[in-house]
T-cell receptor, first 111, second 116 residues
């Protein structure tokens, strides 16, 4: 699976949009971009994933560049409960294959 | 919303003892996983399980580890002779059938294992 690069930490004001970037320049054609988050030692929580089109669900939006070498997770109105470590993971489409977690981005939402 | 349930939430054991960590995956899921996270470190993959057999395992998953699905609902991780370095949070996860990355994995809230 392709390697990802994320900033170590970011801050965001409550109520504002949080934009979390991820670089995955070695991504291959059949690999998806997944985002998970981990709130203070709880189990990782799935947020969203995409292949090449932008995706939106009730939690977030995922913007993938046309060349697929980078993506941005957008939390449109961040709340204090969104403070967490956010992981960008590139994974093939095979069911049951492992997720490889990196260090992620520590997002702190400030009041 | 369906959940992955893990028990116990915290287990303390003496070095050299055997422990069994238990998980109840989501009922219609077919793929099951164990991950661990040593305090302050990354979440690490241990093993995946499908159709009653191990489908993939990491280099961490050596002979002291084993997994089992003893009945239709439980999925267990056994550590035969615990070492101090096995102290970690252990997360169980499950995912539904189907390819094309249609679904994320659902993780449980973890079992904190402390080996003393």
């Amino acid at each position: 699976d392709a390697k990802t690069t994320q900033p170590t930490s970011m801050d965001c004001a409550e109520g504002r949009a949080a934009n979390l970037p991820c670089n995955h320049s070695t991504i291959s054609g059949n690999e998806y971009v997944y985002w998970y988050r981990q709130i203070h030692s709880q189990g990782p929580q799935y947020i969203i994933h995409g292949l090449k089109n932008n995706e939106t669900n009730e939690m977030a939006s995922l913007i993938i560049t046309e060349d697929r070498k980078s993506s941005t997770l957008i939390l449109p109105h961040a709340t204090l409960r969104d403070t967490a470590v956010y992981y960008c993971i590139v994974k093939g489409e095979t069911s049951g294959s492992r997720l490889t977690f990196g260090e992620g981005t520590q997002l702190t939402v400030n009041p | 919303e369906p959940e992955v349930t893990q028990t116990p939430s915290h287990q303390v054991t003496q070095m050299g003892q055997e422990v069994i960590l238990r998980c109840v995956p989501i009922s219609n899921h077919l793929y099951f996983y164990w991950y661990r996270q040593i305090l302050g470190q990354k979440v690490e993959f241990l093993v995946s399980f499908y159709n009653n057999e191990i489908s993939e395992k990491s280099e961490i998953f050596d002979d002291q580890f084993s997994v089992e699905r003893p009945d239709g609902s439980n999925f267990t991780l056994k550590i035969r002779s615990t070492k101090l370095e096995d102290s970690a949070m252990y997360f169980c996860a499950s995912s539904p059938p189907g390819g094309y990355g249609n679904y994320g994995y659902t993780f449980g809230s973890g079992t904190r294992l402390t080996v003393v």
